[in-house]
């Protein structure tokens, strides 16, 4: 069913950025923003060709280290407002973009419900040409300071697997800014990067160009998916379309020697309603750990999507959204 509700422009008024998008779109010629790399024309995938074209770049204070400034950050803006109703803000997976959300994301518009996809520091589509920290800690505090500027009410925050140990590690910190989590195939209890923060920055960089590598993106695709040959290296070339940013190997290596998360003591701490999430052929993390997850969190239900392997909100999206509608509205208990 498609959403009724009128729709209003999201806080705060966002006709500059509306403007500044055409502009974009009429420079490009094809629809696109851009900023986006020029690979994003090969998609094939039409809901990732369609998100891609809403992609925008707001800016986000940010003060960490010795970084002073904006930092012109690229999320899905929502078109539906609801000031009555909890907003959902959607976190991606490790070295991930917004256009993870590809097929889930107009089916929560449809929904009725008011949807950010957000591209966390130092993953997606950001303007990071002048590079700020891209430790744990930043990514934090420039989710934080999007909320603060952007969303301004507790949000419904999304995370998949390792989405879902930035959203355990904002909602600890911040927990005034949640309402409610949903924390998908969690990957929750990892001890962060571990001796690769040792490595010599040298070591780093050649590390770094290997994760970047087509093959190894393509053998991630396969164990997170089980879909067609040609439709795997199309999404293999959507999940490796960001590390085509200029500034991607920097802020990769910046996050690989800060030692990432660590975030197994907050989980208890957590006594927000939870949503655990997982597939129910996941290769990737166990389902164990999401078991685990729903022990150790104080309030929390847990629902598993058949059908779908590590990214379900990918594979199964209307089981998917039907869930986080019912869970959004309290029909989840």
């Known amino acids: 069913m498609m959403c009724s509700l009128k729709m209003v422009s999201p806080r705060p008024p966002s006709n500059i950025f509306e403007r500044q998008r055409q502009r974009q779109i009429t420079a490009n010629g094809d629809g696109f923003p851009t900023f986006l790399p020029k690979e994003v024309k090969d998609i094939k995938d039409p809901f990732a060709r ?3 074209q809403r992609i925008v770049r707001i800016p986000v204070p940010l003060q960490m280290g010795n970084f002073r400034g904006c930092v012109m950050s690229s ?4 078109i539906v407002q609801l000031p009555d109703k909890s ?7 490790f070295d991930s973009s917004c256009l993870e959300w590809r097929r889930a994301y107009p089916l ?7 949807t950010w996809a957000i591209d966390v520091l130092g993953w ?19 989710l934080f300071e999007l909320w603060k500027t952007y969303i301004k009410r507790p949000m ?22 949640v309402d409610k989590l949903v924390l998908i195939n969690a990957n929750a209890y990892s001890e962060g ?3 690769l923060k040792d490595l010599p920055k040298s070591i780093a960089y050649a590390g770094v160009k290997l994760l970047k590598s087509f093959p190894l993106r393509f053998l991630a695709n396969v164990l997170a998916f089980s879909s067609p040959l040609s439709e795997n290296i199309d999404w293999t070339n959507i999940g490796r379309l960001h590390c085509q940013m200029p500034w991607w190997e920097d802020a990769m290596v910046s996050f690989m ?36 997850l729903l022990c150790e969190l104080q309030n929390a239900v847990f629902r598993e999507v058949p059908d779908s392997g590590h990214l379900p909100h990918v594979e199964n999206p209307k089981q998917f959204v039907k869930l986080i509608s019912d869970f959004a509205s309290g029909k989840l208990n």
């Open 193 to 195: 990067t571990g001796a």
């Open 50 to 52: 369609t998100l891609a």
């Open 257 to 292: 020697i800060s030692g990432g998360y660590n975030v197994a003591s907050h989980i208890k701490l957590i006594n927000h309603k939870t949503l655990v999430v997982c597939s129910e052929n996941d290769q990737i993390v166990s389902n164990q750990l999401s078991v685990k």
């Open 156 to 177: 419904i925050l999304v995370g998949p697997s390792l989405g879902a140990t930035v959203a355990v590690d904002f909602t600890a910190t911040y927990p005034e800014a």
């Open 108 to 114: 929560l518009e449809q929904a009725c419900l008011e």
């Open 75 to 78: 999320c899905i803006k929502p």
């Open 124 to 142: 997606g589509f950001s303007d990071l040409q002048k590079l700020p920290p891209c430790d744990a800690a930043s990514k934090r505090h420039h």
């Open 87 to 93: 907003p959902v803000v959607l976190l991606h997976c």
